[in-house]
T-cell receptor, first 112, second 108 residues
């Protein structure tokens, strides 16, 4: 039972490069989320998708785009990476937006 | 803007002790409140979720309460064990706003 799978687990980018973080869940959940976690700032919501075909901004959406590819997959894209986007990125899913969220193990992204 | 605060930031207790972790929020119009634990280098594990219409939820040795009028939630851990050592986070709403967490260390 894989749950929420994030790829890659680690990535180093140079400033200005683009990158897509992938997330897939096998629990048939309707809602999916992307967060970033930074020391001293805690976890912050970037974007979420309440159901297939919908996406909405969270607390810190600037510099990111998302795609809900299908019910299983929700990707996060950095078009032009900046050092301020160095962080640990977590994907999560839930049956519906009012249900408990299940998290992946994160992607550790460094931008030089 | 919703703000979520967790006190204390860190806590060290001997094994077997009962303990309470606190979470406060500034806007009482919340959708729900979740408690998570996070182990080092790992993602979050959902412990308990309280809907806005509920006052408490229980799971095993864990009990979470919610008082919307005062903007507070508590997570009670009974008979703490070394395996409970982790960071505990509370989060409010479906546009989830997290607190900074409480780092718990339970000494054997």
């Amino acid at each position: 039972n894989a749950g929420v799978t994030q790829t890659p687990k680690f990535q180093v980018l140079k400033t200005g490069q683009s990158m897509t973080l992938q997330c897939a869940q096998d629990m048939n959940h309707n809602s999916m989320y992307w967060y970033r976690q930074d020391p001293g700032m805690g976890l912050r919501l970037i974007y979420y998708s309440a159901s297939e075909g919908t996406t909405d901004k969270g607390e810190v959406p600037n510099g990111y785009n998302v795609s809900r590819l299908n019910k299983r997959e929700f990707s996060l894209r950095l078009e032009s990476a900046a050092p301020s986007q160095t962080s640990v990125y977590f994907c999560a899913s839930s049956d519906f937006i009012w249900q408990p969220q299940h998290f992946g193990d994160g992607t550790r992204l460094s931008i030089l | 803007k919703q703000e979520v605060t967790q006190i204390p930031a860190a806590l060290s207790v001997p094994e077997g002790e009962n303990l309470v972790l606190n979470c406060s929020f500034t806007d009482s119009a919340i959708y729900n409140l979740q408690w998570f634990r996070q182990d080092p280098g790992k993602g979050l594990t959902s412990l308990l979720l309280i809907q806005s219409s509920q006052r408490e939820q229980t799971s095993g040795r864990l009990n979470a309460s919610l008082d919307k009028s005062s903007g507070r939630s508590t997570l009670y851990i009974a008979a703490s064990q070394p395996g409970d050592s982790a960071t505990y986070l509370c989060a409010v709403g479906f546009k989830t706003i997290f607190g900074a967490g409480t780092r718990l260390f339970v000494k054997a």
